[in-house]
RNA sequence: GGCCCCAUCGUCUAAUGGUUAGGACAUUGCCCUUUCAAGGCGAAAAUACGGGUUCGAUCCCCGUUGGGGCUACCA
């Protein structure tokens, strides 16, 4: 049984490379019928933020991620719940589970108790830097200090570390599923704080216990935990478990090639989330982020991801996280809803620009009006914050230069003369007929008949309904718009010119 | 400093021991066109460098360079 998880720390928001990595382990587990799961990593307590946990959930939920197992979000969507049998799946409700195998280490000798202050740690770090040494714990507690003793002036309340006893010879080699074999000298890997002082233990502890506990088959996480997969393969030795697949997967880079960071953009799932990224466009931007199916196909919903995923064709190398990519991606997705999926989307957008009334989503014929609006901006825009402002012009009569409405090749005599003479034409035309392509079909026909230039009726036209210099074309929003207000704006803009 | 990982257009990437090194985003030209967007057809753009192995390397090996990660009582 696949079995794989994803375990953020609760330090503020689930940043896009966490997302990336939870979707890598979701699509993986997913594509085998196996299980995924969410576990909380909280025991640095200094770093803690509140709400952490329930920030993290709520992006996974809007990304589409769905837990099988372990912290989930409860009903309500703004609270913490936990699911499954192997739990708790929240790392600070373990500690007993820590400090019973930490003790089964002692015992085993595999671990040590260490007296060390801080101050002489630092010090010792200074020297082995200065004499270009590779720095670690020297051991100076297990080579000074008898199992016996320590164990009295552990009772005695003295404050204290449990740390890892690692064999210094030989070396560790491990085959990961993404870059193969890596090979590292045990001498050079620490003797890690398992322990802390608080009572909580180290990350390297607590993964080891839990994956094991919550029999994780694979193991999937970023690069920069590469070097320290020695010390949990060595827990596994000392526990007599049988190690879970390693999967370290590349990082997400700024574009100065830099480990992707806030400094130089949005990092937080949530940001793109508030600036009207659809979810669907974000996890299928990230996913091809460090991995690519082979073919030429790029939209991909996230079935289709899960049935095209695998390991083996994971890069190796870091991707830089390219917004002008997500953007189009983006456009993809908003391309592809229809008008009311594209209404049930936007519908915050336009609420909070305060474009609408909340209450009006309950009329059906004006929350169908209000979807073909929307669709005359949908190609038009990247996101859907972008919405309120590109269809404002629909809601107020615009106010726009005179000069405007003059097309580029025409002249203001003859825009006075056409727009009366359309509006008299418009006012024959049947309400039955008020539609984007019989009033395309009838305009130009007029047009035509009355041997105008195609270009000086209809900027003119266009520019008398939104009062802007780009918008959608004049037929889309005098359908939307209705006879009346069209016969409105049209007198408005014969008012303006004479 | 030490150790580890990585390296194809500007970016995301595909491919192979022999290819005109393919696609997408971005850039750009033309077409369509009432504006914008979309769309259509084009263009420019890459195997980091140096050694091997080989009849032949972008691909395999070594080195160099460059980038990144780790080096905490953070994860």
């Not at 320590?150 to 064999?167: D, I, N, T």
Request: aromatic share 10%; with cysteine; charged share 30%.
């Amino acid at each position: 049984m696949i079995r794989t998880r994803f375990a953020p720390s609760p330090t503020g928001y689930l940043h896009v490379g966490g997302l990336r990595t939870a979707l890598y382990s979701y699509l993986f587990a997913k594509k085998q019928k196996g299980k995924f799961l969410v576990r909380i990593e909280d025991t640095d307590r200094e770093r803690l933020v509140a709400d952490g946990t329930l920030n993290i959930l709520q992006s996974l939920d809007w990304a589409g991620i769905v837990q099988d197992e372990g912290v989930c979000l409860a009903k309500d969507k703004n609270q913490i719940d936990q699911k499954g049998d192997r739990g708790p799946y929240i790392q600070s409700e373990r500690l007993s589970i820590y400090r019973k195998y930490a003790e089964e280490l002692l015992q085993k000798k595999a671990a040590y108790y260490c007296f060390c202050m801080p101050e002489r740690l630092e010090e010792l770090r200074d020297q082995q830097t200065k004499n270009k040494m590779p720095t670690g714990y020297d051991q100076h507690c297990l080579k000074t200090i008898p199992p016996e003793e320590a164990q009295k002036r552990v009772k005695a309340g003295e404050r204290h570390v449990v740390r890892l006893a690692m064999p210094k010879i030989g070396e560790t080699v491990f085959f990961d599923l993404i870059r193969g074999e890596v090979r590292i000298k045990n001498e050079l890997v620490d003797d890690q704080i398992l322990i802390k002082s608080d009572g909580f233990p180290t990350y390297h502890l607590a993964v080891v216990v839990d994956d094991h506990t919550m029999e994780i088959s694979h193991v999937i996480r970023g690069e920069e935990w590469i070097s320290s997969t020695p010390k949990h393969l060595q827990l596994y030795l000392n526990f007599g478990w049988k190690p879970p697949e390693f999967a370290h997967l590349p990082l997400l880079l700024n574009t100065d090639k830099s480990k992707l960071s806030k400094r130089q953009g949005d990092v937080a799932v949530v940001d793109y989330q508030k600036k009207g990224y659809l979810p669907e466009a974000l996890v299928n931007f990230v996913a091809f982020l460090g991995w690519n199916p082979g073919g030429e196909q790029e939209i991909f919903g996230l079935d289709e991801l899960i049935k095209a995923f695998s390991l083996e064709k994971v890069g190796k190398g870091g991707s830089v996280f390219n917004i002008e990519k997500l953007d189009w991606f983006n456009k993809e997705y908003l391309k592809r809803l229809d008008p009311a999926a594209l209404l049930k989307r936007a519908w915050p957008w336009l609420v909070e620009a305060k474009l609408i009334d909340e209450k009006k989503l309950e009329d059906k014929k004006y929350s169908d009006w209000l979807a073909r609006v929307l669709m005359l901006e949908r190609e038009r825009v990247t996101t859907l914050s972008e919405l309120p402002a590109a269809i404002r012009f629909i809601f107020s009569v615009p106010d726009y230069p005179v000069e405007m409405l003059v097309w580029k090749k025409g002249t203001r005599e003859e825009v006075k003369k056409v727009i009366p003479d359309l509006l008299a034409y418009l006012e024959t035309l049947k309400d039955i007929d008020w539609h984007t392509k019989t009033l395309e079909d009838n305009i130009k026909t007029w047009i035509e008949a009355n041997s105008f230039q195609v270009g000086s009726v209809l900027w003119p036209f266009r520019v008398a309904l939104s009062g802007l210099e780009k918008s959608p074309g004049p037929f889309e929003i005098a359908a939307v718009l209705g006879k009346a207000e069209v016969v409105t704006r049209l007198k408005a803009a014969i008012h303006k010119v004479i």
